[in-house]
């Protein structure tokens, strides 16, 4: 079945330091790919997606590039800021998987904390 | 506007007991998805209904978990004779439609902890 595998945390980091997630994923057709994240207190809200080979998708300084090759979806940001502090959580929709209903499949997720 | 509600936030129960969670979706989306996500792990698929139908129940763990949407808005997750395992936070998540690249919008979620 569907699986998506990230690297594990919690990741610590100063402000304004580069950022990288790793995140895989297997499937059985094509996959959407998704990273959501999770601030304090908050529920999952979606923070970038892309739908097809070579997209990227962007949003708050966050990438990520959908790579078939590798069968990737990395999240990346070049300056982080405290207020990034969450947890990040991949994601992927199957269109092969259950029955039509694209569910989603997610990882474990990644708990990030910036420090002044 | 609204976003997707759920209610209770918490419930604790005693082994064996019945519980309900509800979900009000945002309105107008006709996919609603429910997700359960244990301590330290990502949300898992239960079920998904396209308008009042359950278009989907693979994700259920037993037959204990069932899950209804008579008009194709609110949605109610049941819970016959819990067992320990089932606590965990129950997340919702509505979209405007079943489609592969929709949106899922997500509850702030219910954390049951079955004592």
């Known amino acids: 079945g569907d699986s998506v595998t990230q690297m594990e945390g919690p990741v610590t980091l100063s402000e304004e330091a580069f950022l990288t997630i790793n995140c895989t994923y297997t499937a059985t057709g094509y996959p959407s790919l998704f990273w959501y994240v999770q601030y304090p207190g908050e529920g999952l809200q979606l923070l970038l997606k892309a739908t097809k080979a070579d997209d990227k998708g962007s949003n708050k300084g966050f990438e990520a590039t959908y790579r078939k090759e590798t069968t990737s979806f990395h999240l990346e940001k070049g300056s982080v800021q405290v207020s990034d502090s969450a947890v990040y959580f991949c994601?992927?929709?199957?269109?092969?998987?259950?029955?039509?209903?694209?569910?989603?499949?997610f990882g474990k997720g990644t708990k990030l904390s910036v420090i002044p | 506007g609204a976003g997707v509600s759920q209610t209770p936030s918490n419930k604790v129960t005693e082994k064996g007991k019945y519980v309900e969670l509800r979900c009000d979706p945002i309105?107008?989306?006709?996919?609603l998805y429910w997700y359960r996500q244990s301590l330290g792990q990502g949300p898992e698929f239960l079920i998904y209904?396209?308008?009042?139908?359950?278009?989907?129940d693979s994700g259920l763990p037993n037959d204990r978990f069932f899950a209804v949407r008579p008009e194709g808005s609110v949605s109610t997750l049941k819970i016959q004779r819990t067992e320990r395992g089932d606590s965990a936070v129950y997340l919702c998540?509505?979209?405007?439609?079943?489609?592969?690249?929709?949106?899922?919008?997500f509850g702030p979620g219910t954390r049951l902890t079955v004592l």
């Open positions: 309105s107008g989306h006709t996919a």
């Open positions: 994601a992927l929709s199957d269109a092969y998987s259950g029955a039509g209903s694209y569910q989603l499949t």
């Open positions: 998540a509505s979209s405007e439609s079943g489609r592969i690249d929709n949106e899922q919008f």
């Open positions: 209904f396209q308008g009042t139908g359950a278009a989907d």
